[in-house]
């Protein structure tokens, strides 16, 4: 439906964080029963995938050969579950004329076997907490003022305006042609074509095993 121009007088701000799959960790009974899961995961979805997709596959792990099996299919659920659609959505929001704003955020919270999950922008935006899904009773993000009151201040903006830039940053829409991104990290500032060869390889079959919220259309 984002694609239809019906859309496009909505602004969209859309994005995601780093290790949004870890947020379930303890539901798979830790560490080692969360990769295991993992493995599962990336099996299943392998078995559906035709032999033009599969070699894909194939090709999106070799983009992340630096990294531990673990992390590997961390970064793939990742972008399955989150950012492929994500980015679908923004794209087809953009195409139809609509301003579009992507961030990712990398800043972890403070629980070091979290990182940046699902969910660590509201600890930021809201001074407030979520529960800790690894038991300790609340995440708390970093204590650094001037990172949460970026932050703050672009929410602020994008709600009051439709627009998140602040006198400092400028935020720059996001295309289909550029990609241009917003990252959260130690520094702040704008990336093109964040995961760039990566991302392109799993558009094609996002969508068919469910997760997905529309085909490519550039």
């Known amino acids: 439906m984002w694609g239809d121009g019906k859309r496009a007088k909505f602004d969209l701000m859309i994005g995601s964080a780093m290790d949004e799959i870890r ?86 919270v403070v629980t070091p076997e979290l990182g940046a999950i699902h ?15 690894m038991g300790s009773g609340k995440i708390v993000g970093t204590d650094e003022c001037e990172f949460r009151h970026v932050s703050k201040e672009m929410w602020t903006n994008f709600a009051r305006t439709g627009n998140p830039s602040t006198e400092k940053y400028e935020w720059k829409k996001f295309s289909g042609d550029d990609r241009q991104t917003m990252v959260f990290d130690d520094t702040i500032g704008m990336q093109k074509d964040l995961f760039g060869r990566r991302e392109d390889l799993m558009m094609s079959w996002a969508e068919r095993l469910g997760n997905g919220s529309s085909k490519r259309v550039c």
């Open 23 to 108: 947020y379930f960790v303890p539901s798979e009974g830790g560490e080692e029963g969360f990769a295991d899961t993992l493995r599962w995961i990336a099996r299943k979805d392998r078995t559906l995938l035709n032999e033009q997709e599969k070699a894909m596959y194939d090709k999106f792990m070799e983009t992340l050969a630096g990294e531990s099996e673990v992390k590997r299919l961390e970064q793939y659920c990742n972008d399955m579950n989150f950012r492929a659609g994500n980015t679908n959505m923004a794209i087809r929001h953009s195409a139809a004329g609509g301003n579009t704003y992507m961030y990712f955020m990398k800043k972890p």
């Open 119 to 133: 969910a660590a922008e509201i600890t930021y935006l809201f001074d407030t907490w979520v529960a800790d899904p």
